[in-house]
């Protein structure tokens, strides 16, 4: 279950509110579980600003702190966001190895954000694929937080839904082969308790920058109910405010999951 916000930590947090933005017209009561983020627009906010594709991604990573500190605010259970694609390896070498440098100097910076906001982390994606170093750090960062109950942050790195579902798929059937799974007993239950995101809720609300319309190969079994917020801010002009602009919208929706009230 989510936790309850602290009131008085909300409302500072949010104080000096734009004229269209209100804690007053946000029901406590009825927030996502998890909210799930495609962070998308780095490099054409850089871009479009004269400024290296490198300087979108580091304005990112402030924009994903504030979202990972108004989530624990408003007491979501997870926040999910996407931060690299198994398809993201066919970008220019210099800027993977950017980014994968970006993640190591992220992480050792951020940690103390972690420590005392009481997050975890969780890393979905094939980590085998990552270098080493980033790995260890990872896993390190992982097992330092595994106790702290506040929220999760998944972050998705190294990560493509196909993949993922592939993966668990191999899973299932070297079980079965290994006769420690029955074959009919197998039902969703089975096929998420072998994703990356198992034990974690489904997304309730999906967050998209830069107007983009598009899944972009990210949690494809887990988004199968999930309602959508379309951003047509870059993501290094993501805020808070636009974070409950995303709630609210999510709490217009009647969400029926194919009955009908």
Not at 127 to 146: C, H, I, N, V
Request: with cysteine; charged share 25%.
């Amino acid at each position: 279950m989510s936790a309850s916000p602290d009131l008085e930590k909300l409302r500072t947090f949010y104080a000096d509110a734009p004229d269209d933005v209100s804690l007053d017209a946000l029901d406590l009561g009825r927030l996502p579980r998890h909210i799930s983020i495609i962070m998308d627009g780095n490099g054409r906010w850089a871009t479009a600003r004269g400024l290296d594709r490198s300087k979108g991604h580091a304005a990112g990573v402030d924009s994903l702190r504030e979202t990972i500190t108004a989530s624990v605010r408003l007491g979501i259970e997870c926040l999910s966001a996407y931060a690299f694609s198994t398809e993201n390896w066919k970008r220019p070498r210099h800027e993977v190895e950017l980014l994968m440098r970006l993640f190591s100097k992220t992480l050792a910076k951020e940690m103390p954000l972690f420590h005392q906001e009481h997050v975890r982390l969780k890393i979905i994606g094939d980590m085998d694929g990552l270098p080493k170093s980033l790995r260890a750090s990872f896993e390190r960062a992982m097992e330092e937080t595994a106790s702290y109950d506040v929220m999760t942050l998944a972050l998705a790195v190294n990560y493509g839904a196909r993949d993922e579902l592939t993966h668990a798929m191999r899973a299932i059937v070297s079980e079965v082969q290994a006769a420690s799974l029955d074959p009919e007993s197998i039902d969703e239950d089975t096929l998420a308790a072998h994703l990356y995101t198992a034990g974690l809720p489904d997304p309730e609300l999906l967050v998209r920058t830069s107007g983009e319309l598009r899944l972009s190969n990210f949690l494809l079994w887990q988004l199968a109910y999930t309602e959508f917020y379309i951003s047509p801010l870059m993501w290094p002009d993501f805020d808070r405010w636009e974070l409950l602009r995303a709630i609210y919208s999510f709490q217009s929706r009647d969400r029926r999951f194919g009955g009908v009230k």
